[in-house]
């Protein structure tokens, strides 16, 4: 088959180049040209896949093109993405960034709103040299798939089919988009189609949906189409994917131009075998690009995935993965992959059109060589990413597009999305323990960081207005002054103690209680109680001892995964009121497996979520981290703690988790404000007494004053380029054409 594909790709080109009578050039208004080849009386195109790679047509000649990409969301921080929020102005501003930054290629997923394509046309009208190029999406109805589990229903053949016609309609600046929930609509006017590289279909396949509909249309014979057909080899599924690529060919002809095609594709559902696989459904069926062909599109087709190094577990647990190395001389599963995935697609062009980090707080998953699904620096982000677009590369794909340009705020996580109430609210706040929200190369930064600085200095405190922080007035042994403020992702908290803080002479305790319950005692308190219990506890000492700590009867990670799942041991005496326990806040990135999910036993996976790393948020030092949570410098001690680490399920309208379980939901309640208690315990000291000690009475924490806030429907935020956006322009800039290297499998 690799070789009849490869005999089809040389007569292609051969038949291109004949009809190929002049190059037309597409005149925008600046006066600078999209130069193009006319295939076909009235037919011209930019783009064309010839054997295994994409082809530009530049100086009248077809060069190589190495697609070096970005995808980009369609939300801003507040805003989920069917709000259409980001306008023109955002648009140009993040063009002249990516352009920068050395990608040739954008990416997005659906119909953007009218301003999309006129900035887009207004930026390289205005661009010298090669225009910055668009890969347009066309969204599949997803939810309608995984709800019917029948791709072959008229409601869902007719919703893609007119969704493919209005986004053709809208690339070439020919369309009137009705108002519709969760749509883009408007008139389009801008004409991108001359910018544009290729069409890229649908969305991550569900394969128990795929299995269905291969099931319930077995006798659907092999779709034929006037520019793409299915093979005689392709599943009903794949005849379904043929007919509309070839719909897309269809309606691009009528503006007399050609694009290459592609539709989405992920490891779940790629035609590759994996006997290592622990979960049945992620190996469960194929969906294989090299059924359908094309017959009358000189333009040609190529496949794509989308392909992350933590997700599925072959990537971990598959030993036909583990033979290859990479150039570190490591066992690297990433690359064997792809070159596994590039050999059965021998003879056609394929990229990956997602991967890459977080530079998150939060992990949800675990990968080889590091590559988690999160708890990465900006810095380390930028590293791993710019790792995998070299790989991509050397094994010899057509292009690489990295997800994603800015950080999306509405995005949820499996192991957080269960803890964040009510769901609505998600854009509001920034949970920086979800690591979906944090992918991007443009960080999306809540409003106190360009005002607070986490580094051991109180100046940018005293700039605050009074109306932005509050002090909270207390009589503490040990203690000046307590200031506290937040903002969408943090709250903040600086500490002017009576004398200077030594972590290797003191321990630094915080107390935070947020609601009735909790700890009244505990070790911590060195035999100090309180008349009101705290929920979680704050440890600053040595970089192994500084952590938050979680009350163990509001653990709700426990709650979740012991108690109602049965994953983890429970002590019942530990999830009495007042146990006195507090544990590490953790995170699950791995669920217990078991057969007949799976082919063997796998124990639930967690990592340690609350530890407090010492340094500072400033990105203009070199010793910047972006996980930075607290510095101190002389008397001066500064903390920022992610809201969920508080018990925080929506800080925007005050809602906390509460104590209580109300079936199988958790159930919230709303705080009237944070009680903080500090202390510090001498590490000499023979006693291990606190300070706060001062008679056998229960200490009155209820007395204490409490930080307050209002809810908040609008956020405050601003674009700053990430430590990784440097690392990426690196190897943007070193990737200047394809690989055409043999690989082997």
Do not use: C
């Amino acid at each position: 088959m690799g070789q009849h594909r490869r005999r089809r790709g040389q007569w292609a080109a051969l038949a291109v180049m004949i009809a190929a009578v002049f190059t037309s050039l597409w005149w925008n208004g600046s006066g600078n040209r999209v130069e193009s080849m006319e295939i076909s009386k009235g037919v011209q195109t930019k783009f064309r896949t010839n054997g295994e790679y994409i082809e530009v047509y530049q100086n009248q000649a077809w060069k190589p093109f190495f697609t070096k990409g970005i995808n980009l969301g369609a939300s801003l921080p507040g805003h989920f993405p069917g709000e259409l929020p980001i306008t023109k102005e955002d648009y140009l501003r993040w063009f002249s960034m990516i352009d920068e930054m050395g990608a040739n290629v954008i990416r997005i997923y659906t119909i953007h709103p009218p301003a999309f394509y006129e900035a887009l046309v207004a930026f390289n009208q205005r661009k010298e040299g090669e225009p910055l190029y668009l890969m347009q999406g066309i969204w599949s109805p997803e939810e309608l798939l995984i709800e019917k589990q029948d791709a072959f229903l008229p409601e869902i053949h007719e919703q893609f089919q007119q969704e493919i016609r209005d986004a053709v309609g809208a690339v070439y600046g020919a369309v009137t988009l009705p108002e519709k929930m969760g749509k883009a609509s408007g008139k389009y006017r801008a004409n991108a189609g001359p910018y544009l590289i290729g069409w890229h279909i649908g969305t991550e396949w569900d394969p128990v949906m795929v299995q269905k509909t291969n099931k319930l249309h077995q006798a659907t014979e092999p779709y034929q189409g006037k520019h793409f057909r299915a093979t005689p080899q392709a599943s009903p599924f794949e005849s379904w994917l043929a007919e509309m690529v070839d719909l897309v060919a269809e309606e691009e002809s009528q503006y007399g131009w050609q694009h290459p095609m592609t539709f989405t594709n992920w490891v779940t559902t790629d035609p590759i075998q994996h006997p290592g696989e622990p979960i049945y459904h992620e190996d469960m069926v194929s969906v294989d690009p090299t059924h359908i062909e094309p017959i009358q599109w000189k333009a040609g087709y190529f496949a794509s995935y989308h392909v992350y190094p933590y997700y599925p577990d072959l990537f971990r647990y598959d030993s036909d993965l583990k033979q290859v190395k990479n150039d570190q001389g490591e066992i690297d599963t990433y690359k064997a992959y792809l070159r596994k995935l590039k050999a059965h697609h021998d003879g056609l062009p394929i990229m990956v059109t997602e991967f890459g980090v977080p530079a998150s707080w939060g992990n949800a998953h675990l990968g080889e060589l590091g590559r988690d699904q999160g708890g990465h620096t900006e810095e380390r982000q930028g590293e791993i990413d710019a790792q995998l677009m070299r790989e991509i590369h050397a094994e010899g794909y057509a292009g690489g597009i990295l997800f994603v340009w800015q950080d999306e705020w509405f995005k949820k996580t499996w192991n957080t999305m269960k803890f964040e109430l009510p769901e609505d609210r998600r854009s509001l706040w920034l949970n920086v323990l979800t690591n979906e929200s944090l992918f991007g190369v443009l960080g999306m930064h809540p409003g106190k960081e360009d005002l607070l600085t986490i580094d051991g200095d109180k100046a940018d405190w005293e700039k605050l207005d009074e109306g932005q922080k509050q002090r909270l007035e207390m009589s503490r042994p040990g203690l000046s002054e307590l200031w506290v403020t937040h903002d969408e992702a943090y709250l903040y908290v600086m500490a002017e103690l009576s004398e200077e803080f030594d972590p290797k002479k003191q321990t630094l305790y915080l107390g935070f209680d947020t609601l009735p319950g909790g700890n009244r005692k505990a070790p911590e308190l060195s035999g100090q109680t309180l008349d009101e219990g705290l929920e979680t506890l704050v440890r600053l000492g040595d970089a192994q001892e500084s952590e938050i700590l979680i009350a163990a009867n509001y653990d709700f990670h426990t709650r979740l995964y012991g108690k109602r799942y049965r994953m983890l041991p429970v002590k019942e005496e530990s999830l009495q009121d007042n146990s006195g326990v507090f544990v590490p806040w953790k995170l699950a990135v791995g669920m217990e497996m078991e057969p007949p999910d799976s082919k063997a036993y796998y124990p639930m996976e967690e990592v340690v979520a609350g530890k407090l790393r010492r340094g500072t948020t400033d990105s203009d030092s070199p010793d910047y981290n972006s996980l930075t949570a607290w510095e101190a410098k002389g008397k001066i001690v500064e903390l920022r703690i992610p809201w969920m680490l508080l018990g925080f399920t929506d800080p925007s309208s005050l809602q906390v988790m509460s104590y209580r379980d109300e079936g199988a939901a958790f159930v919230t309640e709303t705080t009237k404000g944070i009680r903080i208690f500090p202390w510090t315990v001498e590490r000499q000291a023979a006693s291990q007494a606190p300070i706060a000690v001062e008679s056998d009475k229960p200490y009155p924490l209820t007395k204490l004053p409490r930080y307050k806030w209002e809810p908040w429907e609008e956020v405050h935020y601003h674009e700053r380029k990430k430590q990784s956006y440097t690392r990426i322009q690196q190897v943007f800039q070193e990737l200047t054409e394809p690989n055409r290297k043999e690989t082997k499998p």
